[in-house]
């Protein structure tokens, strides 16, 4: 790897560092501010929101300047975000604010790759950057959860700076302090990215020619035969995983008898065990046999369903341990391929705008269907049940299409060698 892909790897870290410990920041002001607790999920929702609203238009943006640039102008997004908190906004507003840079800044994040990059070291540059994001996550939940700590905000209000008068005066002045400085320094690292080259033809400017072009790169990527099984899997993948972070926090409580702040412990072990799946991946499988992974997705969908016997706290880390490897080992791999081909079939960021619509749509409609199966008050042994059985379906039913695209592609590879 050269060095401008570990700029890129530094820049995404701190960009996502501070993400992650800015909802945490976000949930300890609404507390402070007595909110109802329906406003809490909505932080996060504002974020995946933007993905989904944004994507007809962030691709054309991505593609339309060096990749380096759009990087650092949604970290100024993401700064003005916290600054809106400094100066008295709800913390509802930054986020989506925030939500709006993260949006703009994910289809340059993933789109540089391919430009920077030879196809064959797609899979480990995928495994680096997921890797370093879920480490980013695990970091920035106990970076969050020590700013907002009576701990951490007292020491905070004990550094000065001398001789200056920086007016911060409170505690989360100087939590949303931190985060402008982490965003500052992601955004340092943007401006050390090198320019690639890469250049697109004229960007559209029209919305609904823009909306219209989207639809047409989404259509051409759902169409293609190794497109649409990686956009398939890395779909399913990102709305299970969003859907499964809720449903082990309520199993850690019920079966495990877990207090809240211990069972986010729980999404840490999923989230280690889905770098190190990843970081395998990304060592033992090359490009052209990513698709030799499906099988896996459905092991992970039936493994999921052993939860509701499992009742002690070392089973219960080994088999979660288990889930995350499984699903870090089979989505790097995909995520790698569907780049590729959307790199292939049109420009870099177009198709991460197409993906990120697709995973971000899963993660909303996903999401909706547990809410509905809570408030019909289904027992959690059978949404466990019925979440692990659906994903190991729908991953045999994609391994089975993929299994026809594979005889319809050697049958008209037969025809064509008669003709000869």
Not at 155 to 183: C, E, F, H, R
Not at 223 to 243: E, M, N
Request: proline share 3%; aromatic share 8%.
């Amino acid at each position: 790897m050269n060095r401008g892909f570990y700029t890129i790897m530094a820049a995404q870290f701190f960009s996502s560092l501070a993400d992650n410990a800015l909802i945490f920041v976000s949930i300890g002001l609404l507390t402070a501010m007595k909110a109802p607790a329906s406003l809490t999920p909505l932080l996060k929702l504002s974020f995946v929101l933007f993905y989904v609203l944004l994507a007809p238009f962030v691709g054309a943006f991505a593609d339309s300047m060096p990749k380096g640039r759009v990087m650092f102008t949604a970290n100024l997004i993401k700064v003005f975000g916290c600054c809106l908190i400094f100066f008295g906004a709800h913390p509802l507003i930054a986020c989506t604010v925030v939500g709006f840079g993260a949006a703009v800044y994910s289809p340059a994040k993933y789109g540089i790759l391919t430009e920077l990059l030879p196809a064959e070291r797609l899979v480990a540059a995928n495994g680096w950057i997921e890797g370093l994001t879920v480490m980013s996550i695990i970091l920035g939940a106990a970076m969050g959860g020590a700013l907002v700590s009576a701990h951490g905000s007292a020491w905070l209000m004990t550094l000065d700076v001398p001789y200056i008068d920086t007016g911060i005066n409170s505690s989360t002045k100087a939590q949303l302090a931190v985060l402008i400085g982490v965003y500052a320094l992601a955004a340092g690292f943007n401006l050390r990215i090198p320019d690639t080259g890469a250049r697109y033809e004229h960007q559209e400017r029209n919305p609904a020619k823009l909306i219209a072009d989207f639809a047409d790169c989404s259509a051409t990527l759902w169409k293609d035969k190794l497109g649409q099984i990686s956009l398939a899997v890395t779909t399913l993948f990102w709305g299970a995983g969003a859907t499964l972070q809720l449903i082990v926090l309520e199993w850690a409580k019920r079966s495990l008898h877990m207090s809240l702040d211990k069972a986010t412990g729980l999404i840490g072990v999923v989230a280690i065990g889905s770098a190190i799946g990843a970081a395998m991946a990304a060592k033992m499988i090359p490009l052209k046999k990513s698709l030799t992974v499906i099988p896996l997705g459905i092991i992970m969908g039936l493994v999921v369903t052993s939860m509701t016997i499992v009742y002690s706290l070392p089973i219960a880390v080994v088999l979660l341990l288990l889930i995350g490897l499984l699903s870090g080992y089979f989505v790097v791999p995909m995520n790698a391929l569907l780049q590729h081909r959307g790199h292939v079939l049109m420009s870099a960021g177009h198709s991460i705008a197409v993906q990120n619509f697709n995973e971000n749509l899963s993660i909303l409609t996903m999401l909706a269907l547990y809410a509905i199966m809570i408030t019909l008050s289904l027992d959690l042994d059978i949404i466990i049940v019925l979440f692990g059985l659906s994903l190991a379906g729908i991953m045999w039913l994609i391994g089975r299409r993929h299994a026809a695209n594979q005889r319809e592609h050697d049958s008209l590879a037969l025809i064509g060698e008669h003709k000869h």
